[in-house]
Structure formats: structure tokens, C-alpha cells
């Protein structure tokens, strides 16, 4: 099973930028499709941004479109979510996921592995 490790996150103003990172390791990752979602308290967790195992096929949440920009590096085994023009109603837990299978998903029971998330807080 791949293990995940996200980083990056913390506390900005709105209108803001941050990039988290994912590093994965114990498996092949060039196989995976990957993913990030985001738990607010209180609320479930949603989907936020995919990327297929080529980082040729992306797809966004119509919340963070042409906000967030999803990569990957399957050399250095990593994927990354860059946030710009941050708001207040983007803080939120942040999990990186990976899927067994080389397609990207924006559902949320298609990932087979989380990692333990990383807290991004924006403030007005």
C-alpha cells in the first residue's frame, strides 16, 4: 500500500497563494491516479482537484476552477495542489489520495489510500 505525506499548508490572508505538496512512496506511483479533497469543520469531505497518471488529463472542482492548479513529477513521486487567490471558504483540512488505477476521480470512495492531511486556514 502507498503511503502519502502531504506538506505545505498553513495560515494566509485572503487573496493569497500556497502550494502543498504530496510525496508518496512503497509502489509503483507513475500508476496511480491522484487527488486532493478538503474537510471544513462540520462538513464533509469534497472533492477539490484530480490528475491521471501522465498529468495530461486534469479536472477541477467548479469552486477552485482557474484558482488551483493540479501537477505531478513521477520521478520525484510527488504531486502538488498550487492555490491562488485564496478566500476564507477554502480553509480546510487538505488530503492528498492516491487510486490503484491510472485514471483521475473526482469521487471520493475511488481512492484506496489518504494521507494525513495538511491544515490551509485563510483569513479576511
Known amino acids: 500500500q502507498v503511503q502519502l505525506v502531504e506538506s505545505g499548508g498553513g495560515l494566509v490572508q485572503a487573496g493569497g497563494s500556497l502550494t502543498l505538496s504530496c510525496v508518496a512512496s512503497?509502489?509503483?506511483?507513475?500508476?496511480?491516479?491522484m487527488g486532493w479533497f478538503r474537510q471544513a469543520p462540520g462538513k464533509e469531505r469534497e472533492f477539490v482537484a484530480t490528475i491521471n497518471w501522465s498529468g495530461e488529463r486534469t479536472y477541477y472542482a467548479n469552486s477552485v476552477k482557474d484558482r488551483f492548479t493540479i501537477s505531478r513529477s513521477n520521478a520525484k513521486y510527488t504531486v502538488w495542489l498550487q492555490m491562488t487567490s485564496l478566500k476564507p471558504e477554502d480553509t480546510a483540512v487538505y488530503y492528498c489520495?492516491?487510486?490503484?488505477?491510472?485514471?483521475?476521480?473526482?469521487?471520493?470512495?475511488?481512492?484506496?489510500?489518504w494521507g494525513q492531511g495538511t491544515q490551509v486556514t485563510v483569513s479576511s
Open positions: 489520495a492516491a487510486r490503484y488505477v491510472s485514471s483521475q476521480s473526482a469521487e471520493r470512495y475511488d481512492y484506496d489510500s
Open positions: 512503497g509502489r509503483t506511483f507513475s500508476s496511480y491516479g
